[in-house]
Every structure is written in C-alpha cells, then in structure tokens.
C-alpha cells in the first residue's frame, strides 16, 4: 500500500473512532447509571454478583444477556424479582446493560471436591448415553464459553447453575431451548452438582 493510500486509510479509521466514541460513551455512562441505581445490588458494580443467589453477569455475551433482560421484562421469563427490575428498561437501556457487563471477566471458583470436579468433566465432555444425556459441549463449547444465543456457563457460580438445571428439570424455566428439558430431567441431583462444580472452575 502506497504512503498516500495509508494516510487515506488512517484518516478513515481516525474519523470513524471519532464518529462512534461519543455514542459508546454515553451507552457506558448509560449502563453505570442503571447498574448504580439498582442492578449492584444483587449483581455487583461489574458483574461479579452478590452472592450465590444471583448469577454473574460479567464475561457474559451481550446478545444473550439482551434476551434475558427482554424476557423478564416482557414476561416470559420469572424469578428472583428481576420482572420488576426490568419493567421500565427500554431496548437501548437493555442494550447498553448487556454490553456493560460483557466487557467484565469473572475469575474462576477452585472446587474443593476434586472428584465431583472429575465426575463433572466427564459428564460435560462425555455425556451420559445410557442416560440420554448428550455431551454438553456441543452446544455451550469445550471451555464453556457458550455462543451469542447459549449462555457462557464457565466460572459461572456453582448453587446458581445448579438452580437453574433443576428449574429446567421442572420447566420452571421455560423462556429458553426447550432441549434443556429433556436433558435436565435425566440428571440426578449429584450430577447436578458435578456439573456445576466443574463449570465454575472453567475460566
């Protein structure tokens, strides 16, 4: 690429930074504010949440975290008093939430029974056949990382992602994949916790 060209190029970047800057800062300022007047109560400033009753929303995709939001916020998902937090967010509210809180990493959580971490991994990568439990890497990832539509599982907290399963289990929980039913329901109760065992050490 020529020298003229390149000043060319720099120009283009330079002028686009300068053209989106202004909007992610205010969406920033947007989500702090929010997350100041009510989220960092049960979630924490960066998402590293409270306690184990609520689930860590750092580190997690933002699209997936915009469907939740909605989703309490419209009603097809309940629980843990989040339908009235939401009610009054609108769509650039939610938006600017979910990209606040991808931006964070949670640190993983070092499980003391290295046998139910075992019993976990081999359930995760394996799956259970004779069960009926496929592995569950084939659709949240090797590492846990999940995708934009299935949620990041990794160094999420253990009692929150074992809630959660059984809530599948029950279909308490009824606002996503419906596959997760019939997995759900086939895991004993000491898989559950194997599983979230090992998935709050992933990183």
């Known amino acids: 690429m020529s020298a003229s060209l390149r000043a060319v190029a720099r120009g283009l970047i330079a002028a686009a930074v300068v053209a989106v800057t202004p909007a992610a800062a205010q969406d920033l300022e947007r989500a702090k504010k929010i997350v100041s007047g009510r989220c960092f109560l049960c979630h924490g400033t960066e998402g590293e949440s409270s306690t184990e009753l609520y689930p860590r929303l750092a580190g997690q995709h933002p699209s997936y975290l915009e469907k939740q939001l909605k989703d309490f916020r419209d009603g097809r998902r309940k629980g843990g008093g989040m339908e009235k937090m939401a009610t009054d967010l609108n769509d650039g509210d939610i938006a600017a ?8 990493k949670a640190p993983p959580f070092a499980a003391e029974d290295r046998v139910l971490v075992s019993v976990g991994r081999s359930l995760y990568e394996l799956g259970s056949p004779n069960s009926r439990i496929p592995a569950c890497t084939s659709c949240h990832a090797s ?7 299935l949620p990041r599982l990794a160094a999420q907290l253990p009692d929150y992602l074992a809630r959660q399963l059984k809530y599948f289990s029950a279909r308490v929980r009824t606002n996503d994949n419906a596959v997760m039913h019939d997995i759900a329901v086939q895991l004993t109760d000491l ?8 998935l709050g050490g992933l990183e």
């Open 97 to 104: 939430l979910a990209r606040y809180f991808g931006q964070f």
């Open 143 to 149: 590492n846990g990382a999940g995708t934009d539509k």
């Open 191 to 198: 898989q559950i916790r194997a599983l979230a065992a090992y």
